[in-house]
Nanobody, 123 residues
Framework: QVQLVESGGGSVQTGGSLRLSCAAS????????MGWFRQAPGKEREGVAA????????SYGGSVKGRFTISQDNAKNTVYLQLKSLKPEDTAIYYC????????????????WGQGTQVTVSS
């Protein structure tokens, strides 16, 4: 059974940093996408960052590029999201996802979702 467990969320002031982690288990495919999405109340879910396990390529949403960095550990079963220079508009629930790459790790590749971790950035 596939499970994704996110951690690392919390509350931080504007300009602060957080590091989110997502540990995946039960997903046996050798190649997969893992990434982060976020959703604020009343807003659409937004792609934040993704990484392709096959080639290590990363992609970012335009609103976070240059501030957030996605990475994976040596076992390639955990991904991290380093959030820097946080802004109040970054406040959202951040969800980890995993799935097969369809067009690299862009588009609708998500298959399984974690429960999310709350990030709150105060002014």
């Amino acid at each position: 059974q596939v499970q994704l467990v996110e951690s690392g969320g919390g509350s931080v002031q504007t300009g602060g940093s957080l590091r989110l982690s997502c540990a995946a288990s039960g997903y046996t495919s050798r190649r997969y996408c893992m990434g982060w999405f976020r959703q604020a109340p009343g807003k659409e879910r937004e792609g934040v960052a993704a990484v392709d396990s096959g080639n290590g390529s990363t992609s970012y949403g335009g609103s976070v590029k240059g501030r957030f960095t996605i990475s994976q550990d040596n076992a390639k079963n955990t991904v991290y999201l380093q959030l820097k220079s946080l802004k109040p508009e970054d406040t959202a629930i951040y969800y980890c996802a995993i799935g097969p790459p369809l067009w690299a790790c862009a588009g609708s590749w998500t298959r399984y979702w974690g429960q999310g971790t709350q990030v709150t950035v105060s002014s």
